[in-house]
């Protein structure tokens, strides 16, 4: 049994920052690609981030500049650091990574729960 736990939403204001995290616990063997989607109300959710198990990384436009995706992989952690949000990036946001069970075994995907994040003065 898998879990991914997000924590780390909330409310802020224009201009301030948020750091999400999202810890996969369980039966986890390893993890590779890690990332963050968000969902706003009537819009398909998007792609915001990801890191590979290496590190490197990819940004939506909308975000480059003032998110930074992380992750540590001893912990199977993922985190986004965001600055400067504004009333746009509210949404709520979903980590999804990317984890085999077993040395062997197959790459499956799983969802965090989601965590809302709202930009609003």
């Known amino acids: 049994q898998v879990q991914l736990v997000e924590s780390g939403g909330g409310l802020v204001q224009p201009g301030g920052s948020l750091r999400l995290s999202c810890a996969a616990s369980?039966?986890?063997?390893?993890?590779?690609?890690m990332g963050w989607y968000r969902q706003a109300p009537g819009k398909q959710r998007e792609l915001v981030a990801t890191v590979t198990r290496g590190g490197n990384t990819n940004y939506a436009d909308s975000v480059k500049g003032r998110f930074i995706i992380s992750r540590d992989n001893a912990k199977n952690t993922v985190y986004l650091q965001m600055n400067s949000l504004k009333p746009e990036d509210t949404a709520v946001y979903y980590c999804?990574?990317?984890?085999?069970?077993?040395?062997?075994?197959?790459?499956?995907?799983?969802w965090g729960q989601g965590t809302q994040v709202t930009v609003s003065s």
């Open positions: 999804n990574v990317a984890l085999r069970l077993a040395a062997m075994g197959s790459e499956y995907s799983y």
């Open positions: 369980g039966n986890v063997f390893s993890t590779s690609a």
